[in-house]
């Protein structure tokens, strides 16, 4: 481990300065400052403030005095100095989100479960599939035992594994096991100002897993991959599989064909998810509005009357507010389909918006991948949603 620190020389509220880095990884620069009890605020873009009252206690724990401009020219060197217009930060909803870097062949996946239980011969199975297409997979680790049956762990457990992952600078891709339930609980317990501080990796899964999604859109400002959860790659269709792969080692999106609903065609960002857990997140920090958008909708499992309650608050809370076109994906499970699209056409319709139906997205059969925070073109008359960038 390599922590350095400069002589307290910079001026700021009335008082010194010094500057706490790290030449090696911002994973042992937040270690390291949490055991010192370094506030997270004081963290800026590839650095911790520190007053200069705590310059020899820092020393006093390893920290390597050096120059101010030793400090820099060994963060240029390490790749870790980074420009405010780098870090990851909200943007406005309709705005298109950062991209992380592109994956290749030997790239690293980590592969977290951040919500239910997760069946270890499925997981097995989906893991040796991500292998064979050229990547390094680490398991899941250990988690302590969750107090409820359905979580794979308990929330602190969770929350350090999905932090963990994706504060490690050799991880890509940090893929979900499953869905199920529980995202959520471990939102709040994120450090989001040190996630913000580093490359962000891509983030894949999907149904529960719509809770990060809008989570990291709307506090990081960075786009993700709704996609299959790792433990389903072992027995999904082919389709599925194979989008998943393109997606994540080729950044290539397939367009996605489903049944013409409103007409017209828009241009907009991918944001949404499954809609219980959109609902659910209403009125929360970890919430992203549709608004110039393109919003992809699906769920399982839920009648008609609650899919009804579920659209009402999305529509009275304004989280469809100038949203640019609705992208459904598949209601699986949700009771006659004939009633789920009249719930469906009921809501939705009023928005004004072009509309399609039935796309191979969310609980069915095929499930394809899709770049939420990036742009993409809905054509009602044609049934179609072809992702762009």
């Known amino acids: 481990m390599t922590i ?7 001026a700021g509220h009335g008082r010194l300065w010094s500057h706490l880095a790290s030449d090696e990884s911002f994973a042992e620069l937040h270690a390291f400052a949490r055991a010192m009890g370094i506030p997270e605020r004081g963290f800026d873009r590839d ?3 520190v007053p200069a009252e705590w310059h020899d206690r820092m020393v006093a724990a390893g920290a390597v005095p050096v120059s101010s ?3 820099i020219d060994r963060l240029v060197a390490a790749g870790l100095r980074r420009r405010k217009n780098e870090v990851l930060h909200p943007r406005r909803p309709g705005q298109p989100l950062q991209l992380p870097g592109p ?3 030997g790239a690293r996946v980590a592969v977290v479960a951040t919500a239910g239980p997760v069946d270890p011969g499925r997981l097995a199975a989906g893991l040796e599939r991500m292998r064979s297409w050229g990547l390094v997979v680490d398991p899941p680790g250990d988690l302590a035992p969750a107090e409820l049956p359905w979580l794979a762990g308990s929330d602190e457990a969770r929350a350090a594994a999905l932090q963990d992952a994706w504060l490690d600078g050799s991880t890509s891709v940090v893929w979900c096991a499953r869905g199920g339930f529980g995202s959520q609980r471990v939102l709040d317990l994120l450090d989001w100002d040190a996630m913000a501080g580093v490359q962000p990796s891509w983030l894949v899964g999907y149904s529960d897993v719509t809770a990060l999604h809008q989570a990291f859109a709307a506090r990081l400002g960075v786009a993700t991959l709704h996609g299959p959860g790792a433990a389903s790659l ?8 194979e989008s998943a792969r393109a997606a994540v080692l080729e950044g290539r999106f397939a367009t996605m064909v489903g049944t013409p609903g409103r007409g017209g065609s828009a241009e907009g960002v991918l944001v949404g998810g499954n809609l219980a857990i959109l609902a659910s997140t209403v009125g929360t920090r970890g919430s992203r509005r549709a608004g110039g958008g393109i919003a992809l909708l699906e769920d399982v499992g839920e009648q008609p009357y609650r899919l009804d309650r579920l659209l009402t608050q999305l529509v009275r809370s304004g989280w469809f507010d100038d949203v640019a076109g609705v992208a459904c994906g598949a209601f699986t ?3 006659d389909p004939d009633a789920v699209r009249d719930v469906l056409s009921r809501r939705l319709t009023p928005l004004g918006v072009p509309i399609v139906w039935d796309l191979p997205v969310g609980h069915g059969e095929v499930n394809l991948t899709v770049p939420f925070g990036r742009l993409a073109l809905l054509d009602g008359g044609t049934g179609t949603l072809t992702p762009v960038s």
Do not use: Q
């Open 333 to 335: 499970d949700c009771g």
């Open 234 to 241: 072992s027995d999904a269709a082919p389709a599925t599989v």
């Open 4 to 10: 350095l620190i400069d002589p307290p020389n910079a």
């Open 69 to 71: 401009r030793e400090l």
């Open 47 to 49: 650095h911790y403030d």
């Open 103 to 105: 994956v290749r062949a």
